[in-house]
């Protein structure tokens, strides 16, 4: 496994880390115990960042990875949390001060841990960025200073929103989704303005949230159809080849070198485990090529999230 830098942090974090979404059902329905070995295996492999949300499942993300860190060495891993997202609708936000400092309790409970290495604002792009600048990122120091949480960074969609919180906050990380995959790369426009500051970069979503895989997207994907329908049609052409679409989209995001780590998510260890064989393992430039012809119609094609202005 190789790791890099996250920025001003200073981590060493794995090029492909955990995220922990899966583990609260997002994707389908889960087998704790089969969720938990996912989470071990890919400890054993190398990963050591792990990501998670009291949004994901609704708190159970969090309940079954704190099951999985059980008994571990708490300094064996790089743990990441996130604030301010609690469901699915505009009034499930929250990124008041007040919110955040009980936020964190709650998640350390639920996790069983004294700290997190992260504590994000999770979905800025839903809420007022200014009172994320302004309110969430100064509690979040302050949970900083409290020794609740070593960093804090900024979680989004849209790329101008987030680049904007993250500079203005003088944010450690940002973690941006579904901008650095095979069919989409709009992450690096960001990327010089970032540098410029040392912010730590994290990219998750490898497999555009479903997206880029023979499964295909689960029925809440926001993508609009003529990027699913693409999609399909580049998994169609590596199954075709004998190839798999999940291994080329994982090997394409974390071969990116100014992404400190790549978060993919699943609760099956064979996945998990795959996952991480697949980076060690060359890169099918060919099939990279031909997979790039057919997505190009549909290249940086992404879709509103959050409030209008934030996009
Ligand atoms: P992903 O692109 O990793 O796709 C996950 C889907 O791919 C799941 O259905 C999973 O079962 C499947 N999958 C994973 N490995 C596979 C394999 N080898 N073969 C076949 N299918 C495989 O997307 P994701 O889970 O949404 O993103 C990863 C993590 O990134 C999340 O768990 C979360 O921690 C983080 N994330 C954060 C935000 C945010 O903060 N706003 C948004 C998206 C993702």
Redesign the pocket.
Known sequence: MEYRTLGKTGLRVSAL??????LGG???DIDESEAIRAVHISLDLGINFI???PF?GLTK?ETVLGKALRGLKRDSYIL?T?LG?YGSTLADFDFSAARALKSIDESLARMGVDYVDLI?A??IEFGDVNQVVTETMPAMRKLIAAGKARFAGV???PLKCLASAALQSDADTI?S??HY?LNDTALLGILPQLAARNTGIIS????????????GA?AWHPAPDLLKAACAKAAAHCSAHGA?I??L??QFSVAQPQIATT??????P???Q??IQ?INEPLDRTLLAQVMEILKPVHDVTWPSGRPENN
């Open positions: 880390g955990f995220g922990a979404s899966s997002v994707f389908r990501d998670v949300s994901y993300a990441a996130k997202r994000q999770h979905d979680t989004g969609l973690l989704y579904c995959e998750a979503s490898p497999l555009g949230m479903g997206l880029l895989s023979v499964r689960p798999s999940e291994k989209a994982v978060l993919v998510g699943s609760a099956s064979t996945n998990m795959r996952n697949w």
